[in-house]
């Protein structure tokens, strides 16, 4: 089974902002199956008066447009990718990523949501970096034409967020 991890690389947060999308092209014959999605604040800066930043996770039927294109197998550490867990897995042509899309990405379905503590000296913002925000819920099924964008709530936090989407590709049988 061919594993990828798409990184988002380090995102500013605002209220209500698209932070990432990934996205299965129409017609692509197979189904990404979403494993596990981390959210990590960044905790290497000084942040104060912070409060939790929710993020909502949703189904799309759309890609999103603007913002960022995400990259396939680069060695950036700081930037987005998305990598190939096995490193003889095959290129994603029907797969994209956007960081901070500002259209497009319509949401059919809200499937669930996590809060983010950006304090650097709270213990919890370490700890989120190991929960997997769909828990019991995984996997999220992608089909053709559908994907998952990942928005920040109405209330505005401070910092900056990365997210990692671990996900991998079968067949799908309705092609």
């Known amino acids: 089974m061919n594993k990828y991890i798409f990184n988002t690389g380090e995102i500013t947060g605002g209220a209500s902002k698209l932070m990432a999308d990934l996205f299965n092209a129409t017609g692509s014959g197979q189904n990404v199956i979403v494993e596990a999605i981390y959210a990590q604040p960044k905790t290497d800066v000084a942040v104060t008066g912070a409060v939790s930043a929710r993020f909502d996770i949703s189904r799309t ?7 960022t294109s995400v990259p396939y197998a680069t060695a950036t550490v700081t930037g987005s990718t998305i990598a190939p867990l096995d490193s ?3 290129d994603l042509s029907t797969v994209t990523a956007r960081i901070a899309p500002t259209a497009g990405a319509t949401i ?7 809060y983010v503590f950006p304090e650097e000296t709270n213990a919890a913002a370490f700890a989120t970096n190991n929960i997997n925000i769909l828990r019991e819920n995984a ?15 109405t209330v505005a936090s401070v910092n900056s967020y990365s997210f990692q ?6 067949n799908d049988d309705a092609s």
Do not use: K, M, V
Not at 61 to 67: E, F, H, I, L, N
Not at 139 to 152: F, R
Not at 165 to 170: A, D, H, P, T, V
């Open 139 to 153: 996997p999220i099924i992608l089909h053709p034409g559908q994907g998952l964008l990942i928005q920040q709530d």
């Open 61 to 67: 039927s759309s890609a999103g447009t603007s913002g």
């Open 108 to 114: 059919t379905t809200f499937l669930t949501y996590t």
């Open 88 to 90: 003889r897995s095959p």
């Open 165 to 170: 989407i671990i996900f991998s590709l079968e």
